[in-house]
């Protein structure tokens, strides 16, 4: 027992503590990355966790099988070194610990790690972990040893840790957990900051909701608006509590005129609880579709969370014309977008015919799909409202550019990509298979289903699959959701030979080399985020 406690001995364990730590730290920087994806939201990624298709425990078993093999190994082949052959065999962890590190990062996440001070605070909560673990786990295994006196687990005694990738999503878990005792009652703090921020300015508020075309309706609102007024509005699309409280607390609200916020929801009372925060001048509904049917559980339970924003509508809701009907029963003043008539749709851009105040005037728009005009009535009709004029409407709306990942028209070479990445739902997938339609040459879709439409998720990616029958050529992406797109398409009369499905978007874009031709359109349709 002297020995175990011994000055030797400590150093010992110290050394193998940090030794550890600094190996392993660094193994757990995507896994963030992907809490980080997930709103650190821990059963979202634990749901992550357990798909198949990530492989994730397969890699994390096999990362231990060669640890557990190799430092034995080693230790043994320095068994002639006393208590110092379990030292040795650490050597094993750098070894293959770098390899893993350096593989991992061979496969970069599509949403990149923003180290934010949040991400940045986590990650520190989880070395400190990982340490304390790793010290008392070395101090463990000396005592046992110690003990037991036994030669084969004297050399072998490190060797348990090689089990330590089995821990790697549970630690994430707990570290995630940890963090939350500081992160909530901040995060709180920091949204009731920007709730008394803005309750104490007389910015003009609208909100945003709806199932799709939330931010491409806001950012046409926020361009359109602002060739008359100052206006703020959520960037990208920050659509919850914190992303509304950064857009109220990261300006100064005299500046502007006019605030646009986006508001997102997965549950009912989320946008309830956006709504007091930010309570709306002047609301819009964009439409109504079976998204986030995952979270919400019913298209009754959608259209309740939506008409949320409708019981703090302080003026006047523009909804869209095709749902409507759906929120009569509401007493807040509503007027229907249906401005828009004589919708004319090509590879060029989308005229129509915009009526507003009596008045009509014909728009030409570079922004593609007949939902572009739809959108663009819904920003029209809350900018009139404002006191903006049809003329002025007018000039703005055309001079509107393509918005990123939606619909976005990229020019490379003769080949023609529609970047549609950001849309992921039923609607949007149909209006940009229309677009698609309206290119010469051969039509070719990258896309890996839909998701979050709960139990209709088959029966939706199964009716996807169904309307791409008649391209040139589709390339599936994945496993999550491929297999009831592949089995619409063949059943809707698809070719098989027409069909291929590939791991990854980096293995679609080195099938397109060798299949695109000059002429050819390309539609990436929803790019998934790296949780699905």
């Avoid at 350096?102 to 934010?116: C, E, F, R, S």
């Avoid at 851009?349 to 739809?374: C, D, M, P, Q, Y």
């Avoid at 089995?487 to 698809?494: H, K, N, Q, T, V």
């Avoid at 060798?514 to 359109?521: E, Q, R």
Wanted: one cysteine or more; glycine letters at 8%; proline letters at 4%.
């Amino acid at each position: 027992m002297g020995i175990f406690i011994s000055v030797p001995k400590t150093i010992e364990c110290i050394v193998c503590a940090v030794l550890f730590t600094a190996l392993f730290a660094p193994c757990f920087y995507k896994l963030l990355g992907i809490l980080q994806s997930c709103g650190y939201n821990g059963k979202k990624f634990f749901q992550w966790s357990r798909k198949k298709n990530n492989l994730i425990f397969t890699r994390h078993s096999l990362l231990t099988l060669l640890l557990l093999m190799s430092s034995a190994g080693v230790s043994f082949c320095f068994a002639f070194a006393g208590q110092w052959a379990a030292v040795v065999g650490c050597g094993a962890y750098v070894i293959f610990l770098i390899v893993y590190v350096w593989a991992d990062n061979k496969v970069a996440l599509k949403t990149p790690v923003t180290a934010t001070p949040r991400f940045k605070r986590l990650y520190g909560i989880l070395i400190f972990l990982i340490a304390v673990i790793a010290y008392f786990a070395v101090v463990l295994l000396n005592f046992a040893d110690a003990v037991w006196g036994n030669r084969f687990f004297n050399i072998l005694r490190y060797v348990p840790l090689s089990l330590f990738p089995l821990l790697m999503i549970p630690l994430t878990l707990l570290a995630n957990l940890v963090s939350k005792i500081y992160e909530v009652p901040r995060n709180r703090k920091y949204v009731k900051s920007a709730k008394e921020k803005l309750k104490n300015n007389p910015l003009k508020v609208v909100g945003i909701t709806g199932s799709y075309g939330k931010t491409s309706t806001k950012q046409i609102l926020s361009s359109i608006l602002s060739k008359k007024f100052r206006v703020l509005s959520t960037p990208r699309s920050h659509n919850t509590p914190l992303g509304l409280a950064l857009a109220i607390n990261n300006n100064d609200l005299n500046d502007f005129d006019i605030f646009v916020a986006e508001m997102g929801a997965r549950h009912l009372g989320d946008i309830e609880e956006l709504c007091q925060i930010c309570p709306p001048d002047y609301s819009v509904i964009t439409g109504i579709c079976p998204q986030h049917l995952e979270s919400f559980g019913s298209i009754e339970n959608v259209i309740k969370a939506k008409s949320e924003i409708l019981n703090y509508t302080k003026e006047e809701a523009v909804i869209a014309s095709d749902c409507f009907a759906l929120f009569s029963a509401s007493p807040c003043k509503k007027l229907s977008a249906d401005c828009v008539t004589d919708i004319v749709c090509n590879c060029d851009g989308t005229s129509f015919n915009l009526n507003l105040g009596g008045e009509s005037v014909r728009i030409t728009t570079k922004l593609l799909g007949k939902h572009s005009a739809e959108n663009i009535a819904l920003a029209a009709a809350v900018a009139f409202k404002l006191g903006m004029t049809l003329p002025e409407i007018k000039q703005a709306a055309e001079e509107l550019d393509y918005i990123g990942h939606r619909l976005q028209l990229i020019k490379s070479g003769d080949i023609n990509i529609l970047d549609d990445g950001y849309n992921s739902n039923v609607k949007g997938a149909s209006a940009a298979l229309e677009v698609l339609k309206s290119f010469k040459g051969r039509k070719i879709v990258v896309t890996p289903g839909l998701v979050e439409l709960g139990v209709l998720e088959e029966e939706e990616n199964r009716a996807l699959g169904e309307k791409l029958v008649g391209l040139d050529f589709v390339i599936l992406v994945g496993d999550t959701l491929v297999a009831p797109v592949k089995e619409g398409y063949i059943s809707g009369g698809g070719e098989a030979q027409k069909i291929k499905t590939v791991p990854n978007l980096g293995a679609a874009q080195n099938e397109l080399k060798g299949v695109l031709s000059p002429g050819d359109t390309v539609l990436f349709l929803n790019d998934l985020p790296d949780f699905y």
